[in-house]
């Protein structure tokens, strides 16, 4: 069973940081392209950063570019999202996701999803 499981949401000051977390378990994801998503009530899932199966491809969303860092961990199926200088707008449930092809996509094109976890930023 393919599972991934977010962690490492809560709350943070404007200007704080987070270090977001997704745990794969169930195969070996090493071949997938993995992706951070974020979503508020009311509005689409919407893309925020991605990251190649090697790790040399990343994807960011002009929103976060010079404050959000993708990377991964092959040997431990991991994948980190290092969210610097939060702002009220980046407050969310993110959620990790991944997808067997190359690629950043649109969250229509990922196969797994992780359950999310809430990032709550205040001003």
């Known amino acids: 069973q393919v599972q991934l499981v977010e962690s490492g949401g809560g709350l943070v000051q404007a200007g704080g940081s987070l270090r977001l977390s997704c745990a794969a378990s169930?195969?070996?994801?090493?071949?997938?392209?993995m992706g951070w998503f974020r979503q508020t009530p009311g509005k689409e899932r919407e893309s925020v950063a991605a990251?190649?199966?090697?790790?040399?491809?990343?994807y960011y969303a002009n929103s976060v570019k010079g404050r959000f860092t993708i990377s991964r961990d092959i040997d431990k199926n991991t994948v980190h999202l290092q969210m610097n200088s939060l702002a009220p707008e980046d407050a969310a449930v993110y959620y990790c996701?991944?997808?067997?092809?190359?690629?950043?996509?649109?969250?229509?094109?990922?196969?797994?999803w992780g359950q999310g976890t809430q990032v709550t930023v205040s001003s």
């Open positions: 990251i190649s199966w090697s790790g040399g491809s990343t």
């Open positions: 996701a991944a997808r067997p092809s190359s690629g950043p996509g649109s969250p229509s094109e990922y196969d797994h």
């Open positions: 169930g195969r070996t994801f090493s071949m997938y392209t």
